[in-house]
């Protein structure tokens, strides 16, 4: 079971998001979610929207 319980900064700095995996606490960065089986699709509408805009952002640099 997978459940996403927020974002926060880590002591690097980067903002990592926060799961709930078996019954352990997982933190995962942005750019690993997709390397992580379930984490990106249990997030919520808001945060995946969050993510699109800043790969957005970031192809156009």
Partial sequence: MIRYM????????????VFIVNGLEKEVREHALK????CYEALPAS????????????SKA
Avoid at 35 to 38: L, N
Avoid at 48 to 58: E, G, Q, T, V, Y
């Fill in 47 to 58: 945060a995946k929207a969050k993510i699109a805009a800043n790969r957005d952002w970031l």
């Fill in 6 to 17: 927020g974002t926060r900064k880590n002591d690097a700095g980067a903002t990592v998001y």
């Fill in 35 to 38: 390397q992580h089986p379930g």
